[in-house]
Each structure stands twice: as C-alpha cells, then as structure tokens.
C-alpha cells in the first residue's frame, strides 16, 4: 500500500525567505506526482504536475523536483510572500489514476 | 474556465441523520472521484467512477455510504445514518478520459459536520 509523508507539518518563515518542503513515497511505481495548494476551508488547487519519467517542472517562484528511484520530492518555493500561506499537500498517482495524499504541510509567511 | 461544482458548500446533521452531497464534473471528464478529508489529514479516495461504473470503492463504508454516476455525468454519494466520525470535507475531481496521470480537478467541497 502507497503511503505519502510530509515533513515538517507545519512551518513558519519571515516574507522573502527561500523555503523547500518535503515529500516522500514508499512505492515507486508511480505514474506522477502532484502538489497541491489548499485555502482553509477550500478545495485543492493544482500547482504543479511532475510525470514519472521528468526530473523537475517549474511555474514561477515554484520548482518541484522529483527522484522517483529514492522516493521523494521537494516542493521549492521563492522569495515567500504571506499569499502563499496555505497548507501544501503532495500527492503520487497511480494504478487508474489513483491520489495518495501526503497529511501536507502548513506554510505561514508572515510579513 | 470549466470547473467542478459541489452542492451544498456545507452541511449541519445530527447524528443518525441521512444526508447526500452533490457533485458536477467539469463537462467531458468521464473519470469521476469522491474524497473525503479529515480535519488536519489529506484527503482519502472513497470512490472512482469511470463513466457511470464504479472502478474502486475499496474505502468506502458501504454499510452506510453510497454513491451513483446514474447517467455517467453528475454524481450524488450519501450518507445514512450519518455518525459523529463522518464530519469532515467531501471533495469532488474529474478528470479527462484516458492516461491516468492527467491532472484531477478538483471541486471546493463539501464541510459536514454532524452533532
């Protein structure tokens, strides 16, 4: 059984700090690896779409990298502004299209 | 742009209560999934439809709930009795028929909470 784990939980940085976060997967079987961004009380909005066969994807001040043989991704975030407080939730995809989700992690920028 | 849509953003019940969510996938996704999110946790598939035949509900407490994708477009998944464990948020994703690793869309959800 795929199991997705976050690290840290939950962070909190000053704005315009460099931030990565963590993500690791226990099968790599895979078909890709997604990171989510999640508002409080909201629904999951698509940041960034890594195939299995891709190293990193990059959409502005995000770059996401993936190492599908060690089981792991990192979700790099540039020059943090407090918008992009939010909890980021990593998911791997696989057989028919199936998320497994991280429990994600909480990221507070304040000014 | 298309998007999914979720009724109603959020439900109040007690407890032995029956209750039902309503999803609408953006217009030509045939692969339809339900996903219900513990306060504090990440979201767990309950079901996946692939037009209007249920592919996986292996998570899914079917002695209390049920879902339907009658006509292959918008799907209803209930709860009865509802149970002071069911609170929690009931997503909603589609996706395009085809590769399975195309993006989900996911709706704004549904906040239950039972009392």
């Known amino acids: 059984k795929q199991e997705v784990t976050q690290i840290p939980a939950a962070l909190s940085v000053p704005e315009g700090e460099n931030l990565v976060l963590n993500c690791s997967f226990t099968d790599s079987a895979i078909y890709n690896l997604q990171w989510f961004r999640q508002d409080p009380g909201k629904g999951l909005t698509s940041l960034l779409l890594?195939?299995?066969?891709?190293r990193e994807q990059t959409s502005g001040r995000l770059n996401a990298s993936l190492d599908k043989s060690s089981g792991r991704s990192t979700l790099y975030i540039a020059a943090s502004q407090p918008g992009d407080s939010a909890t980021y939730l990593c998911?791997?995809?696989?057989?028919?299209?199936?998320?497994?989700f991280g429990q994600g992690t909480i990221l507070t920028v304040h000014p | 742009e298309a998007e999914v849509a979720q009724s109603p953003r959020y439900k109040i019940t007690e407890k032995s209560q029956a209750v039902a969510f309503w999803c609408d996938p953006i217009s030509g996704h045939a692969t339809l999934y339900w996903y219900r999110q513990i306060l504090g946790q990440g979201p767990e598939l309950l079901v996946q439809?692939?037009?209007?035949?249920?592919?996986?509900d292996s998570q899914l407490p079917k002695d209390r709930f049920s879902a339907e994708r009658l006509k292959g477009v918008d799907s209803t998944l209930k709860i009865q009795p509802a149970e002071l464990g069911d609170s929690a948020m009931y997503l909603c994703a589609s996706r395009t028929r085809g590769l399975a690793g195309v993006t989900q869309y996911f709706g704004p959800g549904t906040r239950l909470t039972v009392l």
């Open positions: 890594i195939q299995s066969s891709q």
């Open positions: 998911a791997v995809v696989g057989q028919g299209g199936k998320l497994t």
């Open positions: 439809f692939q037009d209007e035949s249920v592919v996986d």
